[in-house]
């Protein structure tokens, strides 16, 4: 008489429905942290390797450090030399160049 439903009702197969349960939350949090952030931050590195390994002598680029100039030089170990002067040249890590104003283009074999 004083037993609510509630408490008079058996636990039954808690084990496996239970441990669902509490796994699937977590899965969908998984899912939409990697939808939000990691894809988006894979994808935005991935281009900007593709832009750094893409320099070519001429491009004007911005650094990092906010210098704005014109490729002058692209070496092998990382570096580029970049001219933000009339005769002032500058080494810049590859990877601290941030965006490309303006491309040149190839030269095409005639």
């Given at each position: 008489m004083f037993i609510t439903p509630a408490f008079a009702q058996t636990a039954g197969d808690a084990g496996v429905a239970g441990l669902a349960t509490q796994i699937i939350?977590?899965?969908?949090?998984?899912?939409?942290?990697?939808?939000?952030?990691?894809?988006?931050?894979?994808?935005?590195?991935?281009?900007?390797?593709?832009?750094?390994?893409?320099?070519?002598?001429?491009?004007?680029?911005?650094?990092?450090?906010?210098?704005?100039?014109k490729v002058s030089k692209v070496k092998e170990d990382g570096e580029i030399e970049v001219e933000i002067a009339e005769g002032?040249?500058?080494?810049?890590?590859?990877?601290?160049?941030?965006?490309?104003?303006s491309k040149t283009e190839p030269a095409t074999a005639d």
């Open positions: 939350p977590f899965a969908l949090i998984f899912l939409i942290m990697w939808m939000l952030l990691i894809r988006p931050q894979q994808k935005k590195m991935k281009q900007h390797r593709a832009m750094v390994e893409g320099l070519r002598r001429g491009d004007q680029v911005i650094t990092a450090g906010g210098l704005i100039g002032v040249k500058v080494r810049v890590v590859r990877s601290t160049v941030t965006s490309v104003l």
